[in-house]
């Protein structure tokens, strides 16, 4: 199997829907229809052009990290972030208070700075001001909020101002009833002409346009498209400015415009999701805007009064701590006095940049000395470990890895968690397919569950179980949203749901095991198998078998027990779930793939297709399947029918093993997950994975730092701090450099996503984070909004990358470390555009060696390599 | 001053572990402000909500108390011999207390955790015991001045609570909000309150029949009187108009809702059932009361069921539920009403806890059934469950010996219907399920049954008799004709539309909030272009430089 190249540039469907309609025009007008339709193309053109500043979006049953900035990459992640923060207002880069803390501390060190600056054209005297800088950051950044404290007050809000922020409400207001599926569209009109039709009803619309504007508005063209480019005419907006304008419009509603994006660009063709495109929430935001251009947006004084508290709040934006270090750096001890304070006036974000280099190189120096030990002594491996075990490249399991090769004679390999199998899953009972594969990518299989008992009556009973829930689930929604019932409903519901809450408060352990056991009564769990859908030949089910194992590196010396182990978290109460389970499989649990992988290979006419292809798999090698729970850090093998009864007890024996490893890694997270540090059991990760409470599950990918393809012999032993993603790699296997390839660009851009999701989530807390989840009100389904109204929240929330005010996330760039020869690097890279783009764009850092004989080499833009020496 | 306080001394020797239990209910989670402001940090949190436990502990026991040996109170009495401060335990009083204590002390347990990063929690916990405390006063209380005073400190708590997170986006507008709001209805109270004290002085609310007797006496300012309380009512309990400041709290974070709608709301309901001799024989105030109320009940329900943001529902479903409860309040229906705060309550409570729990997985979209019940045996198989509950329910006895309980079947019933209804529409029919639908229904009605028979008589005998001025429980039935006449009038596709709009719309936080929640994320940027732009107030230090 192939991956595509990766790429966001997919055929468009926000379009085809609107363009269809052109083209059955008389004779007579053909110019002026062939004109309309040329100015119409221009004008999708440059709608596209304007989205690329925004984001996608999932919704979030399946979070999917991504760079929010990745339609911008063909500029570099400098440009970026200032065009970005132009638009968006983003902030690109921690605060100078969070480089001062890191350089009080040593994380960042002064040769490291000096490292960097002699790397780049910067002069010794903008170096010296960048200590400096650092000593007077504090005032210098008060200085700045009083001026905007004092410029805010000064200017009084525009009409336009005023008018953007009614606009808003009324956008957002219609996006939220749409998508929760308020507004009547049972012919799938899509979310402009569903709004067209009532908005003409709509109280505020008269209030604010009045009635003549009212009827304005419910009478814009039926086509979006045609209203996009006949209220850019009427707001007088020249076609050069076009781009940015819609910009700017989209940027307003940064989480309807990135859920727009998704639908429009990355939802799959049969999502039932409500079309919500691109298209039309730009004809709904101007025709508001065309309308109301000339009305008087007046809001009463005290509404007034609230705006302006507001903004004078922003200056104090981080006096609630959060990125914010002012009050603890506050002391002298953070002042040396050894270097000269010098006031040159240097751009921000030059010194930013070089901050952020230099702190991102502090790690990598010291990834690489901790990388530097005797090699692996490989007589001491035992010829044939006793099981090997696959992992997601995931950073956590770098965790389990390491436990798990400390307490016996296994061997880990680290492979992208969905194993090559781009499979939709249909889980027995479902009627939903569930695309358990990176987004990146499209599907190719279908894998159903087959119930590998014939009893019959056990399957009804379970699927009717299933069924029972869900009809349950949808009579008390009915209940509660119907006039007659809802009252009764409330009062009888509360004697039993008030018991229960005080249960899962006071005891989640204990509630869990009771609702366990309850569902297990009522869905009684059934041995199934994956099945793979019929239209799969053998042929290309060993095609997908090879791809795995070669792309792994695991062809030869088949341990007898080969586990290949996905990953999911079990949360309670926990919108972010999704965020917290494997990205390689779509943001959903990976058992289904480790399931369908271990199914595929255990196949007798797979394994003997396999020997043509010279990967000989003895006949006393079973693969099992397993997943890794990664809030608790248990881990499960599943499917123990399928397993022969040679075989049996050494799965027993593994699953100890596995106990052990999964124990002592939960103990070691107990040490930095927030308010663990009791005696309490509901604060250790069994109790919190079944805490309705915990906003902090577990710590998810914060942390990640560096992407590493190289044979485990590199990173085995060393306590990498579950920071790393853990490729396996081997380049001498990999002549054509075919796996190569595919690993830059697959695993490596999906690893570069997650690291940048949380990048951008930790350094921006006010735009790109999703804010406190505390506060969080998840809307239609789709998302969050922060507090009773307004736009969804992008990103990731604040408590996935921050332990009380101190980020717990190192805001850092993905730092790839792959051992393979220079040469076939480049060639690779000189074959993909997006990784020039991300290697020539400083999106990642790319240190590479040879062979392990070799010393590091460092990558700059362009293709300049350069041995890596330490900071001193 | 000539009043000489002393210790009331009615029967102190009798009771004395009830008394100090009840003191302790009250006085503990004092304490616990003083704790949490006192300790910043984990450690302080965990004792505030150890002591929020202590002080439920001790509410029980003083249930117990009353149960073993019927009504006490202590009291500090002025020279006349009537009470001055104090509190009084009877059956009805006591199970509010417990309420109160039990919900705040639930709301801190989850809060520890749920809060565990929160650098200002300790504003949080502190604004929390105060709310319990003022409200287990209210609750308590034996006088109508401590009343009153506790009612008013219990809103100003509870706004800190909302407010304590200001750098929340809508939370200072909406804390704003709410105390606005809050002053308006506690000046009214307060207002009342004097116009008592000049014509009765303080009276006492020991025993309902004397309160009865002080009410008569105030026979020219009465209907002004009740009319003031009722207007309290209908705020703390967010009706119509001055129910503006309830739908943006839920920007506070969710402990804070909870709170508030498990242990704040539901004030108004107390409010009236306590000084029911001071509010319910004015026929003006009762109907003006009950229209507000029904109306409400009416209209935000409608409103919650096209509410798409989970709490923004939340918060309008609790508008509804406490229209109808104040309804109740209003036709004399007390134990009903009681019953129904109780109840949501607690239902509310788990409903905002969990919250986050409402984004549906992948995968999760069962296969429909391949045997469905036809239409007439679904009719039949509601009909009969809903038969069967009620009958189930009535069985136990003392459901149906009170003031409108006959009308609360009539919910009941609907509610079993469209459960029922609903359920069998998409359930498949298999004899298992049937069997099991069925015994589950009927257990359900009957336990629901038994808790409120039980609550039901437990509560009877401390509730104050009914005044002249309440209406007829049948007038609750209003709600289900407005029901039924919204779902005739959504079939009529024009006025639908027009419904929908104007639904959406007022569901919808106006502008200010809005803007408020920018929270200086007022976008656009660049050079202004001709014709058209945005203002920018770019104030991000170094990111455009």
Known sequence: ???????????SPTTSNHTARVGHMDNKHRADSERRHNDMSRLLAQVEEAVRVIAPLWPLSTFIAVNPLWDLRSMSF??????????????????????????????????????????????????NTIDCRMYNHQNEESSEVAATGNKTLQNSYSNDTLLACAVDRELTKWCAAYAGGMLPDPVKNGFYRTWRNIVGSDPTARRIAGKEGRKQLATMPENPIDTISKCLDRLSIAENDRVRELERRLARTLGWSGYAKWRSYWADNSTSRPALTIVDLLAVRLSYETVLRHKDISLPSAHLGTLFTHL??????????????????????????????????????????????????HYRDWLLKALEKPLH?????????AAQAIFCIDTRSEGIRRHLEAVGQYETIGFAGFFSLPMQYLPLGSAEYVDQYPVLLTSAIQVTDEPATKAETLVNRHITGIQELAAASYALNSARKGMLSTFMLAEAGGFFAGPLAAAKTLAPGYYHKLRDWTHRMIVPYIETHSKYDNSISVVEQVSFASNLLTTMGLTRNFAPLVLLCGHGSTTENNPYASSLDCGACGGNRGAANARAGATLLNQPDVRSLLKEQKIIIPD??????GEHDTATDKITILDLHLIPASHIDMVTALQADLDRAGTELATERTSNLPGANTKSKVALPVGRSADWAQVQPEWGLAGNAAFIVAPRELTAGVDLGRRCFLHSYDSDTDDSGTVLETILTAPMVVAHWINAQYYFSTVDLEVLSAGDKTAHNIVAGVGVLQGAAGDLQVGLPVQSVFDGNRPFHEPMRLLAIIQAPQAKLESIIARHSVLRELFDGYWIHLVARDNPYDRWKIRHPGGVWQHWEPAE | MNIIYYLGTVGMHSMLIGRICLIGAVVVPLVAVAVSLVDDGLSGRRKATRLGWVSAAAAIIATIMVALNGPYSVTLNGGNGSPVFGLLANQLTVTLLVLVCVVGALVQSFAVRYLQVDQVAKRFFAATNAVVASMAIVCTSATALVLVTAWVTAGLAFVVAIGYRSDLPGVRASARLTLKMFALGDTALVVAMILIWMQAGNVSLLQPALTVSVASRLSKLSTIIALLIVIAALTRSAQAVLGRWMPGTVSAPTPVSALLHAGVVNGGGILLIRFSALSSNSVLAMSAAFAVAILTAIVATTIMSKKTDIKGSLAFSTMGQMGFMLAECTVGAYIAALLHLIGHAMYKATMFFGSGSQIPRAGQVPVPPVKRVSTPIRLAATAMTVAGSLAVMVIVPEVLTHHGELIIMAFVAATVAAICWSWWGICPATPR????????????????????????????????????????PWWLLSVAVAGIAIAGINQVPAVRNRLQALLIDIGTPSTSIMIGREQGRIRGGGDSLPGYSYETPNTWSGSAA
């Open chain 2, 433 to 472: 399920t049937i069997i099991f639908w069925t015994i589950g229904m009927l257990v359900a009605g009957g336990l629901y049954g038994l808790v409120a028979g039980l609550l039901g008589s437990w509560m009877t005998p401390a509730l104050p008799s009914v005044g002249s001025g309440v209406l007829s």
């Open chain 1, 620 to 625: 006393d090698t079973i693969f099992i399947a």
């Open chain 1, 312 to 361: 004078r709040r922003k200056g104090h934006l981080d006096t609630r701590g959060r990125l914010d270090t002012r009050d603890r750096l506050d002391t002298e001890r953070s002042r040396p006095h050894s270097i000269p304070a010098t006031t040159l006036d240097t751009p921000a974000t030059t010194l930013k940049r070089v901050w952020l280099t230099a702190y991102e190189n």
């Open chain 1, 1 to 11: 199997m192939k991956y595509p190249a990766a790429t966001s540039s997919t055929t």
């Open chain 1, 78 to 127: 400098y440009d970026a972030i200032d065009y970005a923060a132009q638009i968006l207002e983003i902030r690109g880069y921690p605060t100078e208070s969070f480089f001062a803390e890191a350089y009080t501390s040593g994380r960042v060190t002064k040769n490291d700075i000096q490292a960097v600056i002699s790397d780049t054209d910067i002069s010794y005297e903008i170096a």
């Open chain 1, 377 to 385: 002594p490989t007589s001491t491996r035992p010829e044939r470990p």
